[in-house]
């Protein structure tokens, strides 16, 4: 186990990191390499209404319920963030956040704009990565070479990647995904290097904060 990891389950802070990409940007692959690489990471597995696709499975890709069942709990306010894309509902359950905290980890989503918007509305301290596709043609390749989606819903996709990408201000670090490693060793840094930035700060302000606390057992 690595010294930073080490740091994180002593102090048991938890760091949120939001990562947004257009479809078809390579953001699983990426996020998938930075989940073998990096200890004590625990990834949000989202609640959607939309059916399982290829060899999804309840509770691996995706928590998969039933629409009456999103709109109840988002009535119950259990979502830390929720959309409608495409005409389904996809939604972070608070839970996710309380199972990272519980195994002093740091917790990973996968989400899009509106998300990662409404997420730092909630924990304003949360990480925003988005990563970008070099260009709207190499965009249009990839999307074409997964071999998923119908002409109509790669045009979709392509017009709603340009509106995601204009709301590139809104996060706190850009990824240009161009080719896999390097983009992978470049999300690995990002991730290292705001938990090494929070660890040195706990262990800067922990020993102040026990002075405070032995001033008052003493008065």
Known sequence: MSKTATLNRATGIT??????APSGSGKSTLVCELMKR?????????????PPRGQETDGNEYHFISRAEFERRL???????SAEVFGNYYGTHR???????????????DIDVQGARQLKGRISEAVSIFILPPSRQVLEERLRARSQDSETVIERRLKEAAE????????????????????TDTLVSIVRSVRSRRDRMEQQIRPILETFEDGRNKS
Do not use: G
């Not at 760091?15 to 947004?20: C, E, G, K, M, P």
């Not at 990096?38 to 939309?50: G, Q």
């Open 15 to 20: 760091t949120v990191f939001i990562i947004s």
């Open 38 to 50: 990096i200890p004590d990471l625990y990834f949000s597995v989202s609640y959607t209404t939309r």
């Open 75 to 81: 009535a119950n306010d259990e979502f830390l963030e």
């Open 95 to 109: 839970s996710e956040l309380d199972r990272a905290r519980a195994a002093r980890a740091d917790l990973v989503l």
């Open 164 to 183: 995601e990408i204009r709301n590139y201000s809104q996060y706190d670090y850009l990824l240009v995904n161009r080719e896999v490693q390097a983009s």
